[in-house]
């Protein structure tokens, strides 16, 4: 039996483990568990996680729903879908669910939580992944997908060859785009490079993707935050192609002008966000590595005054 847990059913977590949990439903080698707390957990457990695609409308039954990983006992994968800045607090309550068999996957915006679970967990085997999605759970046991995108990356540098063969089987057998790239580390970066100024420009200004791309002055601060956070990225040795800037634009571009980021939306909110990991994570980095990151510096510090 291989026993899977999504810990953190929001938009990605209800999304890609909802896939799971449909295609499982019935099955005698493979149980999907799912990991969430308050009026979620209730709602999935009394009618299921409802989940709107825009390949089609499903309702997914895990094998269980709770906010007790104690009552799911170790599982052979542990998919971590919870925001960046509960990591610590989160992963010790997913202890009960982490064996030395347990394959940690953490799929968070920023860079760095697998460095963080593996000092957390040492001897655990963590791998690297990453997720393009447009997706957002829209009220208690409802998770919307939209943008036509749903894509999952991961892999690891020193992993398990069966147990990422294993993984990579169950995704796609349950219709997820699950890919085992060839440099998992410069996927995820390629993901922040668009992700990172997204959030922090749509946070700062407080305006969705189509304000943005339909102002002349807000185009200007997206290309000098893509401009520094590149240049970070070089001075940590990342390998992009020569292209990777036009590229991230591009993609920007193509998506729908009326959507916004999760920090935006908890900014909104005001709610905890992740402008840690998302914005402050590249000033830091940026001066580690000596880089001038001046846009991101002035954001960074107007948005930490609205997030107190």
């Known amino acids: 039996m291989t026993k899977i847990a999504i810990a953190g059913i929001g938009g990605v977590g209800g999304y890609f483990g909802g ?176 992700i990172s100024p997204m959030a922090t420009l749509t946070s700062y200004l407080d305006v969705k993707f189509g304000d943005i791309l339909s102002n002349e002055e807000h185009k200007r601060l997206l290309g000098l935050l893509l401009n520094e956070i590149k240049a970070v990225a070089d001075a940590k040795g990342i390998n992009f192609p020569d292209d990777i800037l036009e590229k991230t634009f591009a993609t920007i571009l193509a998506l729908p002008k009326d959507i916004t980021t999760s920090m935006h939306r908890d900014f909104q909110k005001g709610k905890t966000t992740e402008i840690e990991s998302l914005t402050g994570y590249v000033v830091k980095q940026g001066k580690l590595f000596n880089v001038p990151t001046p846009t991101y510096e002035m954001m960074y510090e107007d948005l930490k005054t609205r997030n107190s």
Request: with cysteine.
């Open 19 to 194: 896939m799971l949990a449909k295609h499982f439903e019935d099955s005698k080698e493979v149980e999907i568990y799912f990991i969430a707390r308050g009026e979620n957990e209730k709602a999935i457990q009394k009618n299921g996680l409802r989940v709107e695609t825009t390949k089609g409308n499903f309702v997914a039954y895990p094998k269980l729903t709770t906010s007790k990983p104690e009552e799911i006992g170790v599982v052979d994968y542990l998919i971590c879908c919870t925001k960046s800045y509960d990591l610590e607090k989160s992963m010790n309550q997913l202890k009960p669910c982490i064996g030395k068999q347990t394959v940690i996957l953490p799929l968070h915006n920023g860079v760095d939580s697998s460095e963080k679970i593996k000092a957390m967990f040492p001897g655990i085997e963590v791998w690297l992944g990453c997720v393009y999605i447009v997706a957002q759970l829209s009220e208690p046991g409802l998770v919307k997908e939209t943008g036509s995108i749903a894509t999952f990356y991961f892999d690891s540098e020193n992993g398990t060859s069966n147990k990422l063969d294993r993984a990579e089987t169950l995704f796609k057998e349950a219709g997820v785009n699950a890919i085992l790239p060839d440099d998992i580390k410069q996927t995820i970066w390629k993901k922040f490079l668009f």
